[in-house]
């Protein structure tokens, strides 16, 4: 069995509004592996996003901790938490929340340099990534403004790949995305996924949860139901029903 | 049809022409509301700017006019002339009395001494006029400042200057040394009078109960005894004055040996002029300073309607679908500034009500007067039209790009207005640290407010630099501000008596250990072109130590003259042009070679050569030597010893040094203190106009530095580049206005006081003091950024990513 890069244990999240608490996860107690795909599912308010952000450090939860590695993420300050994402994360949005007023290749660098002082190297990596994902010289120099939803969110990958995180989060990457170019996204976090990163992907999308290699269902802020698809083979039938009869089975 | 606007609904109503003025009102409230910390720091500096308007215009228009209400309630003659009893005759009172340009006078008898005060821990030296208190008079009256006491044995009633600046309270004792009598008082009270209540104008009045009177005159000798007259003139001029010395042959009070043969005159015109220059000035200052931050306010304004208009196009667009014209919603800005501005005025017009108790006690230290000011409905109006005008135009010009916006455009979010033409500095390419380079990329693309912030901080680096050089020529290097009115800067003068011998005295001086050297600058009143002037005599003007010639030389020959440039300007004549000098019946022509600055008499000045006025006044002695000793030489002890080796020669011996830090006491107070007030209010603006606009930036970059907190920037990180972006702006305008502060002090300075005869002012300018000054600024500037953007720390990535 692989190594545990990412735990919880007994974690919480309770969100007060006008003295009503709602208890949005419940004593969760999770084990991410080291190279897994790991899919989030649910339905709407079941906890998805809340988990998926507890668990990169954006969020804190009320209670329980978070390790990573050796680290009790629970126990950093903002500060640290920052310093830890910027390492170890990569954060894949719906909305992509590139930077409006810089370039695509600036919106790489600015995470890049961030964790890497050697300009070059981090610029020639960027323009890899960036070909890599389908995306010319023509786009580098352009605003997100100018960008198709698709090249964008493909940018918006190659900012999450930049420093070589330990785990990638993505949230509904495919959200926002015509088929073609959900397709593209989902094929290069397959391929990252193959190369060894961890990645972690919310989604209501079942194209999308098919690439997992692990399907954890979420309904009420618990953990409803786990479902182990293994590696990622293209035109897989066996593979998509099992997912499918999974998910009826959880009721989705 | 309704539609939501902030807390504010439309509907149909809304377009009638009441409901629509009373929603634009209501409009304009829910938009203060909105951004209560930009409308809150906008409203403390229009406080400010109205504040400085109003003290200005108060000072300005009413300490003048307080002036003449004080002469016109005490009755003050339009002259008076002092002179020595033994030269006042029938004669001298026939020719007052008949002459047809004498309207009425009275006359009084008093004393008139040269004796030294205790004034806080100096002592000062002076002329008094010792009058007696119970004499009643008809004109220039003098009244009590405060309560007063009753009288007891040797009570003495002294001028407002000595409660104010002197250090005395009622019941104090007061002492004055003469040349062979001391006396020692009981203050019980303190007077104002126009004419003597400050030594600015020659005599210091002291008022004697009866008694005391007696008692004290019994002791002096007849030569103190004086004769006053106070005289209104048809036409005030100096017509009666010569008269009188042309019948006793008197000489002027500076130049005469002692009391016996001397005159002073004075007219009111004169004192006025003297006793409201400095308040003058300051006016001008503190206008020229609330200008300064007006145009900040205007500027913030502007910001804020150019940042509101892209914050809330949607707002406007759907305020256009509704059917609001675009002149209702400029309106509804319009009005927002206004009421910001209004509310903060209002504060600013009050509070400046509560400085005046303070300047009137600045102001009396020079004037000798007490100011009070109360509350001045026309000034207050204007101060507040004022502000309220340019406002209103500005707001209005900002906001006509309301009228540019099409309803669909802007109900889509103003697509036009967030577009990114140019990514500016390339990372991929960009050498520095990161946080600098986002900074500079910051900077660059707000780069209309980058420019906002350097012509905001180059106008108040220029006003603070100004006050930084104020600030040093008063309180910590003041050799210059003496020197600017002309006086010539010597550590002893001792004026001799009629019969010393002056080339053996100044013989016997130049050997005495320590003095570094000596010479006459004599003084003595003269006509020119028909104006009497204060003309300076020396043997030879290159050993003057303080040059007052802005423009030629100093007269070489005995037919050249210098002329003060004030005067010049008057009588249109300059450099190589003839002037007739005329004293009694002799006159000359001379030819000028030089224009020169200097406060004496109003700027009625002019320097000749001793052979020049020995033309004209061949019985012409000199009488009064500057003494220069060597550096580190203790005056005091100095005056002392030449007092002791040559009482017999010496009419009086005078420390100059000490008499200088005296004499310009009211002036380094007044100006130091307004450099202070200065300093402290450019700090106040730098900081709120960091905060005006910083804070406004963090709120709408919020999404940008949520997204950076998501990728890892730390808060502290955040802060730094943000701060770090409105730097170079910062330190841009602080250079600039360095350097304009640097290069134009003098040229403003010199503007400003050409009415007190000073053409070119040559205040020291130290770049040292200046640059630290700016380093100062842009350190506050950094460190309060770096306290304004702390917000930032509140800032969730997760909130953003997520709403």
């Keep these: 069995m692989s190594n545990i890069v990412l735990s919880t244990s007994k974690l919480c999240k309770t969100f007060s509004s006008g003295g009503i608490q709602q208890h949005v996860l419940k004593n969760l107690d999770i084990e991410i592996y080291d190279g897994d795909f790991t899919v989030i599912m649910g339905s709407s308010g079941a906890g998805k996003s809340t988990l998926l952000y507890a668990l990169s450090g954006m969020d804190k939860p009320t209670l329980g901790t978070i390790r990573f590695l050796d680290t009790e993420l629970t126990k950093l300050s903002n500060d640290k938490l920052a310093v830890f994402r910027r390492l170890n994360c990569g954060f894949i949005f719906q909305q992509m929340f590139l930077l409006d007023n810089m370039s695509i290749l600036d919106n790489i660098l600015v995470s890049g340099l961030l964790v890497s002082k050697d300009r070059k190297a981090v610029s020639a990596r960027a323009k890899e990534l960036l070909t890599q994902v389908g995306l010319d010289e023509s786009i580098w120099r352009k605003f997100p403004a100018q960008l198709s939803g698709g090249e964008a969110q493909r940018a918006a990958i190659v900012r999450a790949l930049i420093n070589e995180p330990k785990i990638v989060f993505a949230d509904e990457p495919t959200g926002s995305l015509n088929s073609t170019a959900g397709n593209t996204a989902l094929d290069v976090l397959t391929e990252v996924n193959n190369k060894g990163q961890n990645i972690i992907m919310v989604t209501h999308d079942l194209k999308s949860a098919r690439r997992g290699k692990r399907i954890l269902y979420m309904r009420d802020g618990v953990i409803h139901g786990v479902c182990e698809l293994g590696r990622y083979v293209s035109g897989d039938r066996a593979r998509h029903d099992k997912l499918r009869s999974f998910l009826l089975e959880m009721g989705w | ?803």
Aim: hydrophobic residues 45%; neutral net charge; contains cysteine.
């Design chain 2, 1 to 803: 049809m309704a539609t939501e606007l902030g807390t504010i609904s439309f509907g149909p109503s809304s377009l009638r022409w009441g409901g629509s003025v009373n929603k634009i009102f209501l409009l304009s409230l829910a938009n203060i509301r909105k951004s209560k910390g930009s409308a809150v720091s906008i409203s403390i500096m229009f406080l400010i700017s109205a504040m400085l308007l109003n003290i200005g215009l108060l000072i300005f228009v009413n300490f003048g006019s307080f002036f003449t209400k004080t002469t016109n309630e005490l009755n003050t003659s339009n002259v008076y002339y002092l002179m020595s009893s033994s030269l006042y005759n029938d004669q001298v009172e026939a020719y007052i009395n008949n002459n047809e340009n004498v309207l009425n006078t009275q006359k009084e008898d008093s004393f008139w001494v040269s004796a030294q005060t205790k004034y806080n821990d100096n002592v000062r030296a002076g002329f008094f006029l010792l009058n007696d208190a119970n004499k009643p008079r008809n004109m220039s009256k003098w009244k009590f400042i405060g309560a007063h006491l009753p009288t007891d044995e040797m009570s003495i009633y002294l001028p407002y200057l000595y409660q104010l600046d002197g250090g005395y309270k009622l019941n104090d004792e007061f002492e004055m040394i003469l040349k062979e009598e001391r006396f020692t008082f009981t203050i019980k009270g303190f007077i104002e009078d126009a004419y003597f209540s400050s030594a600015e104008t020659g005599l210091l009045g002291l008022y004697l109960p009866h008694e005391t009177y007696q008692k004290v005159t019994s002791e002096l000798s007849d030569t103190n005894r004086a004769t006053l007259i106070f005289a209104n003139l048809k036409k005030v001029n100096k017509e009666v004055e010569t008269g009188i010395k042309n019948l006793t042959q008197a000489e002027d009070l500076s130049s005469s040996s002692d009391f016996t043969n001397a005159l002073f005159s004075l007219d009111l015109s004169l004192v006025k002029l003297s006793r409201i220059m400095m308040a003058s000035i300051v006016s001008v200052m503190v206008i020229a300073f609330s200008a300064i931050i007006s145009a900040v306010c205007l500027f913030a304004v502007r910001f804020r309607i150019g940042n509101s208009i892209e914050d809330d196009t949607t707002k406007i667009g759907a305020l256009k679908a509704i059917g609001y014209t675009s002149g209702q919603i400029i309106l509804s800005v319009v009005i927002q500034f206004i009421s910001i501005a209004f509310v903060g005025s209002i504060i600013g017009i009050l509070l400046s009500y509560l400085t005046t108790p303070a300047l009137s006690d600045v102001f009396a230290q020079q004037s000798g007067l007490k100011w009070v000011q109360g509350f001045d409905l026309a000034i207050s109006c204007i101060s507040l039209f004022i502000i309220l005008l340019i406002v209103t135009n500005v707001a209005a010009i900002a906001a006509r790009r309301i009228s540019k916006l099409n309803p669909i455009v802007a109900l889509r979010g103003g697509i036009t207005t967030h577009s990114f033409r140019k990514n500016h500095i390339p990372l991929s390419t960009a050498k520095g640290s990161l946080s600098i380079v986002l900074a500079i990329k910051s900077m660059l693309q707000n780069i209309k407010q980058s420019i906002m912030i350097g012509v905001i901080i180059t106008a108040v680096t220029f006003a603070s630099t100004f006050a930084v050089v104020m600030f040093y020529n008063t309180a910590i290097d003041n050799t210059a501000f003496a020197e600017t009115p002309g006086l010539e800067i010597s550590d002893i003068m001792t004026i001799l008596k009629a019969d010393t011998d002056p080339r053996q005295f100044i013989d016997n001086i130049r050997k005495m250990d320590d003095v570094r050297k000596a010479q006459f600058i004599d003084e003595a009143k003269v006509d020119i072109d028909n104006n009497s002037v204060s003309v300076y005599i020396m043997d030879d003007y290159s050993t003057k130590e303080t040059n007052s010639v802005y423009e030629g030389r100093y007269p070489l020959h005995s037919n050249e003259i210098v002329i003060a440039g004030h005067f010049a300007d008057m009588i249109d004549k300059t450099i190589g042009d003839r002037v007739t000098v005329k004293v009694g019946d002799t006159e000359d022509n001379y030819l000028i070679t030089g224009l020169s600055q200097g406060a004496n008499m109003g700027g009625m000045n002019a320097s000749i050569t001793r052979d020049g006025l020995l033309k004209l006044s061949p019985g012409f002695k000199q009488q009064t030597l500057q003494i220069y000793l060597n550096e580190g030489t203790n005056t005091g002890e100095y005056v002392k010893t030449i007092e002791r080796l040559y009482d017999a020669q010496l009419l009086v011996t005078i420390d100059m040094d000490q008499q200088m830090q005296i004499g310009m006491g009211a002036y380094i107070s007044i100006v130091s203190k307004i450099g202070v007030a200065i300093l402290i209010v450019t700090i106040a603006v730098v900081i709120l106009i960091l905060y005006f606009v910083i804070s406004s930036s963090v709120i709408r970059r919020k999404r940008e530095l949520g997204i950076y907190k998501a990728i890892g920037f730390t808060t502290p990180q955040l802060m730094h580049q943000l701060s770090l972006s409105f730097l170079p702006p910062i330190l841009l305008g602080v250079v600039i206005g360095s350097i304009i502060g640097i290069t134009q002090t003098n040229a403003i300075m010199s503007v400003a006081q050409r009415s007190m005869g000073i053409m070119k002012a040559s205040y020291i300018i130290t770049p040292v003091y200046i640059a630290l000054f700016g380093v100062c600024i842009v350190i506050i500037s950094y460190l309060t950024s770096m306290l304004i953007t702390s917000p930032i720390r509140k800032i969730s990535a997760y909130a953003q990513v997520t709403e």
